[in-house]
């Protein structure tokens, strides 16, 4: 599992833990396709899928908060995003627009002063 910081970072942090991103991916597409770790969960979702929506949420939240910005993350930056949608398109939408929203929603809370 990844972990993201969503303060902005210098473009070589931003491109390692893009990489970081794609690595995780790319191991969960294979072990899709190997049918390893597919088994459900009493949720009904797959370790696969955890890991899948977990980079999501997270890519999303940094999005919003100004991480990736540096022309250099740009590639790297679609390639991921890319390769989420081709591994499981609607899980990846999902939570790509779950970690988006509650981002957002955490700018608009902290603008008020609530957080």
């Excluded at 972990?3 to 390692?16: G, I, K, R």
């Excluded at 009493?42 to 899928?49: L, P």
């Excluded at 930056?77 to 957002?104: I, P, Q, S």
């Amino acid at each position: 599992m990844i972990a993201l910081s969503f303060e902005p970072q210098p473009v070589v942090q931003d491109l390692y833990d893009l990489a970081n991103a794609e690595g995780e991916l790319l191991s969960v597409a294979a072990k899709m396709r190997l049918g390893i770790d597919e088994e459900r969960d009493e949720d009904g979702i797959t370790d696969n899928e955890y890991v899948l929506t977990d980079i999501a949420y997270q890519l999303a939240q940094a999005l919003v908060f100004g991480r990736f910005t540096h022309s250099a993350s740009e590639p790297l930056l679609h390639d991921v995003l890319a390769l989420g949608e081709k591994v499981n398109r609607e899980a990846w939408a999902h939570y790509f627009y779950t970690g988006n929203a509650d981002a957002k929603c955490s700018l608009a809370l902290e603008a008020i002063g609530y957080l």
